[in-house]
């Protein structure tokens, strides 16, 4: 039964070829050829049920999505996922998004240096005991991972419930010399922020009461320029409508 099980979900997603990519690394160096255009590539590691990346993908069908995960299951919801959100919109295919099942351990075997521009990462694995630090997704060794896809305007975007992965993670950013900004203890305190569209588990996790934790880190070296300059307007901005004269950071 299982077995049988296995095999419907394989057919599925080998039936979708233009939606779920099950050798990512075909694709390295040639995500643009995938999609048919230009448009920046934002990646979701670990999408879990697909909610988030299929709602991202239906709000900006000027940005390419991806979506990975290492379960096959969890590919084929995504894309029942996707094809529903495609057509309330009143489309019946999907023009902006792939679903890849991959391990973000081996990420540079997918995707060539520069090639996104954002990766999300959403609730990831806690990996709660210190002997595993190594495999939670914001370790060092994954940072340094992403930096070398992520292109010059690159992003980290990452959310999480776990208090713990959290501060490990504050800490990793940090190491690894990434300019963090917008860090949140309660990303919902005031108001729920659906602007920035939840996942699965931040709907489960905010409907039980418990906080979220969110941060970006500005990785590409044109988002970095932007970014301070950004900041030295605000100062700026600030110190005039206080009468304070602060200075800049470099
Ligand atoms: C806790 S779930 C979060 C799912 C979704 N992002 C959300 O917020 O609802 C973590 C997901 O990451 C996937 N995952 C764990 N390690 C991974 C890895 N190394 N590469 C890709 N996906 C991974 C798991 O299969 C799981 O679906």
């Known amino acids: 039964m299982r077995l049988r099980g296995r095999k419907n979900i394989k057919e599925s997603l080998e039936r979708q070829p233009e939606l779920v990519v099950l050798e990512p690394q075909q694709w390295k160096g040639h995500w643009h050829e995938f999609f048919g255009n230009d448009r920046p590539i934002h990646v979701e590691l670990g999408m879990g049920k697909g909610q988030f990346i299929s709602r ?117 950013f940090s190491e690894t010399g990434l300019q963090m900004r917008n860090i949140s203890l309660h990303l919902h305190r005031e108001r729920i922020r659906d602007d920035l569209v939840m996942t699965e588990y931040e709907t489960k996790f905010v409907g039980l009461g418990q906080p979220i934790y969110r941060l970006e880190a500005v990785i590409g070296e044109k988002a970095l320029h932007d970014y301070r300059i950004q900041v030295a307007e605000e100062r700026q901005a600030e110190s005039r409508r206080g009468g304070v004269k602060e200075t800049a950071p470099e």
């Open 56 to 172: 991202m993908s239906g709000n900006n069908p000027d940005i390419n999505y991806i979506g990975m995960d290492i379960y096959d299951e969890l590919l084929r919801r995504g894309s029942d996922k996707a094809r529903l959100v495609w057509q309330e919109l009143g489309q019946d295919r999907v023009p902006n998004l792939a679903l890849v099942r991959g391990n973000a351990e081996y990420l540079e075997l997918m995707f060539d240096q520069g090639e996104l521009a954002r990766i999300y990462l959403n609730f990831s694995d806690p990996w709660p005991k210190s002997k595993h630090g190594r495999r939670r997704l914001t370790h060092p060794r994954f940072l340094m991972k992403y930096k070398q896809a992520l292109d010059d305007y690159g992003e980290i975007h990452f959310k999480t419930d776990s208090l713990t992965l959290f501060e490990f993670s504050l800490n990793s």
